[in-house]
C-alpha cells in the first residue's frame, strides 16, 4: 500500500506524521517498524521519528503518539506537539486553543498569530520514582564521569525522563553530547533510558543546550529537553525561571511559572514536505 505522509518540523527536530484523523485505515500499520524503515537519513525519508495524529477523546481536541527512530515508543514530544497542534487548527480538527492526550497526559496549547505555538506543558518531577530513575529522593548535582568528563547532572521529568548536566566552560556541547550522550542514556539508574542535554548558561535569561534524545540520538532540537533544561537551571540555581534556550537548530523561549509551577514553551512549527511511502518495503514495493 502507499502510505502518506506530512513532513513537519519544530526547529529542525522533523518527524513524518502520519494523519489517522482523515485516514483511519492507517492504524493496521506496524508503527515500530515503519518508524525504523523511514527515519533512516539515507535509505529512508530521514526523520527523529514518527508521530501519529489521533482523533480526540473527552477533553481532548486531539490525540498523539509518537515513536522514536528506533521503533521505541516514547511518552511526549514538545517540538512534535507543537507541530501537531499548528496543523490540528489548519486542517480545522480543533480550536486555536486546544489540549492533545498524549502518554504524558493532557497537553494544553494555543497557536498564535504568526505560526508559532505556546505550549503548557505541565509541572516538573523531581523524584527518580517519578522520571523513571532508580533510587529514592531526588538527583540533584549529581557528579558523574562518563567518558573522561566529569558533569554535575540533575534528574527532571516533564512527562518523560531527561538527565540534564552542566559542563565547564572548556567542553564543546555537541562533542560531549555525541560523546557521552550514548552511554548516559542507557546509565545504571535510568531501566527505561533517558534523554540527556548539556547546557550552558550564557547569561540572564540565555541558555545554550545540546540533545542526546532516548531512542533518536543527538537532534536539532528537543522541546521537552529546552523545558527540563530552564527549569534544572532554576532549581539549581544557575538562572531564573524564564530563558531563551539556543539550540541547534534555533530558540525557543521557555518559563517556569511560579503561580501554578507549570512550564510554558514558545517556538515554531513548520512543513518540509509531503509525499507517499511504500509500505511494507521489499521486492513487491519496488517500482520496476
Not at 496543523?87 to 486553543?97: D, F, N, S
Not at 494544553?108 to 516538573?124: C, N, T
Not at 512527562?159 to 548536566?165: S, T
Request: contains cysteine; aromatic residues 8%; charged residues 20%.
Amino acid at each position: 500500500m502507499e502510505v502518506p505522509f506530512l513532513k513537519l518540523h519544530g526547529l529542525g527536530n522533523d518527524y513524518v506524521f502520519l494523519d489517522l484523523v482523515s485516514q483511519s485505515e492507517l492504524a493496521e500499520l506496524d508503527f515500530a517498524a515503519f518508524a525504523r524503515s523511514v527515519s533512516p537519513r539515507h535509505t529512508g525519508v530521514g526523520s527523529d521519528g514518527v508521530i501519529l495524529i489521533l482523533g480526540g477523546d473527552g477533553d481532548a481536541d486531539l490525540g498523539m503518539r509518537i515513536f522514536n527512530a528506533d521503533g521505541s515508543e516514547g511518552e511526549m514530544c514538545g517540538n512534535g506537539v507543537r507541530c501537531l497542534m499548528r496543523y490540528g487548527y489548519a486542517q480545522g480538527y480543533a480550536p486555536r486553543v486546544l489540549g492533545v492526550r498524549t502518554r504524558a497526559g493532557l497537553i494544553r496549547g494555543e497557536v498564535l498569530a504568526g505560526g508559532d505555538v505556546r505550549v503548557d506543558m505541565g509541572s516538573p518531577r523531581f523524584e527518580q520514582s517519578e522520571i523513571g530513575f532508580l533510587g529514592d529522593g531526588v538527583l540533584r548535582d549529581r557528579h558523574i564521569a562518563v567518558q573522561g568528563h566529569e558533569l554535575l547532572c540533575s534528574g527532571v521529568s516533564m512527562g518523560n525522563p531527561h538527565l540534564v548536566c552542566f559542563p565547564g566552560p572548556d567542553h564543546d556541547l555537541r562533542a560531549l553530547a555525541l560523546a557521552a550522550g550514548p552511554e548516559l542514556e542507557r546509565a545504571s539508574f535510568a531501566p527505561q533510558r533517558t534523554n540527556v542535554e548539556f547546557v550552558r548558561v550564557l547569561g540572564p535569561g540565555h541558555l545554550a543546550m545540546e540533545v542526546w534524545e532516548r531512542g533518536s540520538g543527538r537532534t536539532q532540537a528537543c522541546g521537552t529537553g529546552a523545558c527540563a533544561s530552564l527549569v534544572a537551571a532554576a532549581w539549581t540555581g544557575r538562572g531564573g525561571r524564564q530563558a531563551d534556550v539556543e539550540l541547534a537548530g534555533g530558540r525557543l523561549h521557555v518559563e517556569w511559572s511560579e503561580e501554578d509551577d507549570h512550564v510554558h514553551m514558545t517556538g515554531p512549527a513548520s512543513f518540509s514536505f509531503r509525499g507517499t511511502v511504500a509500505w511494507p518495503p521489499g521486492k513487491d514495493a519496488e517500482p520496476w
